[in-house]
């Protein structure tokens, strides 16, 4: 394939996140679409820059052997920044730079730290998805319709409490079943309760009421409802105010959309048969021991249970197809949900991955966060489920970052940085690097050769980027390579690009670390020691009692994700570096089995981000003469 | 301009409505848009058939005389339904058969009453906006990006309050000005304020307070939060609980998305610029008396004061462009905007009419529920803001409707219709004419002909529809007209459009019932008296005090939005036909001054729906061998 050029003059003062961004002059998406191989009927149009594309394209490319998979993770995050989003996508650009057939596929992120704290997501400097505004906000509505299958199953249960306290079993059965049939999804709860029935009629009046009275235990239902914004306010709520009609009162509470287990489920399934079975299948909570004519044991609360599955599925039937966008070199992108990187797997779809395979000879894929959290469910969890073969790690690094690793001053947001990140300090760089080092000889543990990729900075001096370099190499990683994409895009990227195809040429050993028949405990102790390097784990009496739970619902072989800080390889994100002698709390177990994991908890988890005293929104207006975006960064 | 024929073969025996749309030979939206005179850089292809219209086309085509505006309004309605969006995209369907360029515009329906009590709101039968499923669920995103804005405001508020409770002024002023600037938005607030400065350390101690320290009342707060599912449990609740990180723990409810003052500002203003303005206008609550160091008086908070109202614009910014569908016919539909019924105009959007009206030579738009609150307001309101006129109202009724109005047995779901209803009887149908007398009397006022719509089912005879006849012409409706659109699609209004094209030849002689400077109070009074033909009106203390509020606030000069129910011509949902010595009565007044509009309250207003015993999910699922929605209907 020919070499690209940047579709934006690369300028060499570089402006504003939105200025390069709308300076660019975009590819029509169609040609994008088409010079990968998609036809025209494979794609739905959303605009000129946007479009969904169909999974139908799996079954034509079927016999098509897979590109190369290289995913881009990260050192522990540090307050100053890694530039993996803008790293990711540039070494996309980068390798479309030296002409080779690239696909870049990353999260689609939250519009609630878009608005709040973060700012947009779409990389930065001469390294962007574009156009960045859509990439920041609606984009084709996929999280919106998350949220609207999310909340139409919260709405399901609250309602029927309410309808369940008001009415008898006899009134349910006849409400549910006007016609005296029962629905697929019901038929779906008779097999599960082991009832042989052909019509509700035939029920016995215990029978009856095992099948239509759900008998929902308040103080148990997991499922909270969820916004795409960020608001504090919502955390913890009490609903159902105001009289009967409205419902049972009881606490409740809120998660921002990319929260959701459907989150999780829609990067995790491989079509829309697969999303019905995992809507199906999500846990609300369990039934109440009392309140019954004849008494039964607690049994898990299903979305089949509820009749909403379907809708749910519905609802998510467009979000199920990627949204095709395009680097500011012109090269493809999927942008395809964002599940949380701590209750969830923190990657973006399967689907996407395994589209763009098929397409490029090159797949870009992020992980989020760290990489002892992104890259490990990457490889644990993510291609455990999809059955992809991952052929090259990028971990990103900054001099800076690793410095704070070593143990460098504090970094105050609105000071000036202190003159140990600004000047040469190769013994405080050499104090840090065992934490890229670790991450590196972890990566090598899925039998996956990794590159470094170094985020250069303008006061980073060469011998540093040496230090870096050698140590890296010393530790088995195939190289380390100074990244400049942010300032020159594609260009600034190429030797990296040439690093990763070298390393993409080597075969392959990927192994994951667990097996599916290990225990839950034996699972979260490997990745203690393995990845974070914790001398064991402790676990909570709850966190004990979970997992037998969850072992006697015959659970044990789903895989893991660890709902842990990215902050830290420990579960204390004050701790930098690379921490020995610990060992790790389980305070908590819980499952997705919508999503298809065991999530163990290692601290506090924030599912509901808050808003800063001067939210980012301050800034973001329309121009009015130009419609176009301002203030998002 | 050529006769259309329909796009599916229409079938004896009348299939179910989303067998028809599912079956229908839909043509590509591009086509659809390109004979109506779109340029293709005039669109935004949403897949293959639905696409967003730029705003741009309205100065393009600015010199291009409009065509026909009709507006489709309806009886007093009864649980036997009219079909008044069957007649309403019926009335296109029979335009288009006999060769005429016409356009309908719509309402985009919530996705709660869809999956919730109601079902979808395409239409029905041979009369139907499609892809139904498309219309039905998320389209693209338009009430999605509307609770987005709305909820990105509810968030701003608690935060703020949240933030203000915790810092101090001086803190506060630094935190939200970091370079000592004050933002575009800030700068209206000093406006405002009356205070001149031009940097936040030019102020006093005084004004900084004034400036930053916005006060809220939490007992006054007006702006609740939206979702779109009908979810009764939020109907209220308490939110903040948790600690102080999550805020301040006060009383909250949701809304139904569509309920939002944005969805009725989005619908009533003429453009980007205007809505920028609309959404600082918005007032979330007031501030409170005490509480601070400098008192000062109570005074209403703007989202602009919050710095919001640009963000909420950029969430916008797609949502204001009117997305194009097609009939059954083939021919175009706008579906836009679906502000509530009662709280607000219950009309789709003024921007999607103005496109088509430069587009087509006959417009038919629908206005929400019985034609005394629908078509009021559309004439009052809507055309009041957009200074467009409407060329001719058609009124839909149905016999047996009027049957009921005229005292028919009461109609219980699930039991067969009383012959009252499926067997001649032109005595009861004589006494519930009157109802349908008043409409057409109401509609007469505004100067604008009225054509009756007689919805057909197959038991009606031919001795009740003359009768409607006659007494409809007798009373000043150009003609009544039967329509057999649901079972024969646009052959099926032929007759009806002749008719309307007819009437609209008549030379208009449009007035609205009452000026700008009419006091609050004769505004209603106009309305009660000509509209609902009350004998006066009366006021409890609280809406006395509220009309004093708004007059000295200077809101005196805004439309009305009458809250009133739709199921009678009084406030009191029971009383049908045509009730006469009554007296109106108003609980309370409220302004939406975002929207534009003071709503007077007349009685008990739900604005979040609730779900049944058997929601309409219960139905709907995907087809996995298709990928098709079943159930929906």
Known sequence: MAKRKMIVK?????????????????????????????????????GKYKAKVHLSVLERLKDRPNGKYIDVTAITPTPLGEGKTVTTIGVSEGLAYIGKKVFTCIRQPSQGPTFGIKGGAAGGGYSQIVPMEDFNLHLTGDIHAVGAAHNLLAAAIDNRMAKEARWSTNYLAKALCPDDE?????????????????????????????????????????????????????????????????????????????????????AMCNGLADLRERMGRIIIGTSRKGGLRYPRPVEPITAEDLNVAGAMTVLLKDAIMPNLMQTLMGSPAFVHCGPFANIAQGNSSIIADKIALKLADYVVTESGFGADCGMEKFMNLKCRVSGLVPNC?????????????????????????????????????????????????????????????????ITDTDAEIELIRSRAKETGAEDAIISEVWKKGGEGAAALAEAVVKACEKPTNFRFLYSDDMSIKEKIETIAREIYRADGVDYTPEAEAKIKLFTDMG????????????????????????????????????ASVGAGFIFPICGPISTMPGLPTRPVFTDIDLDLETGRVVGLS
Not at 17 to 42: C, F, S, W
Not at 213 to 235: F, H, K, Y
Not at 243 to 261: F, Q, W
Not at 565 to 589: C, E, M
């Open 182 to 266: 029962y629905t697929p999804s019901m038929r779906k709860r008779l097999e599960k309760l082991g009832i042989k029935s052909e019509r509700p009629s035939d029920l016995s009046d215990e029978d009856k009421e095992r099948m239509f009275r759900l008998n929902i235990d308040p103080d148990a239902i997991q499922w909270r409802r969820v916004v795409d914004v960020s608001d504090a306010a919502l955390r913890s709520i009490i609903v159902g105010l105001g009289g009967p009609n409205n419902g049972l009162t009881r606490e409740a509470g809120y998660d921002i959309t990319v929260a959701s287990e459907i989150m999780a489920a829609l």
């Open 393 to 457: 790690v990028v971990l990103v690094c900054t001099v800076r970052a690793l410095k704070m690793h070593g143990g460098g001053p504090k970094v105050v947001a609105g000071k000036p940085l202190d003159k140990a990140y600004t000047q040469e300090n190769l013994e405080l760089l050499e104090k840090g690097l065992p934490n890229l080092l670790q991450h590196i000889e972890n990566a090598l543990k899925f039998g996956v050769p990794v590159v470094v990729a170094i985020n250069r900075f």
């Open 555 to 590: 659970l044990s072989h789903l895989p893991l994700c660890m709902a842990k800080t990215h902050l830290s390889f420990t579960h204390d994100p004050a701790i930098k570096g690379t921490p020995r002698g610990w060992r790790l709390p389980i305070r908590d177990v819980r």
């Open 10 to 46: 690369v300028r060499e003062k570089v402006p504003s996140d939105i200025e390069i961004a709308q300076e660019a002059n975009l590819r029509p998406i169609i040609e994008v679409a088409k010079e990968v191989g998609l036809l025209e009927d494979e794609l739905d149009l959303y």
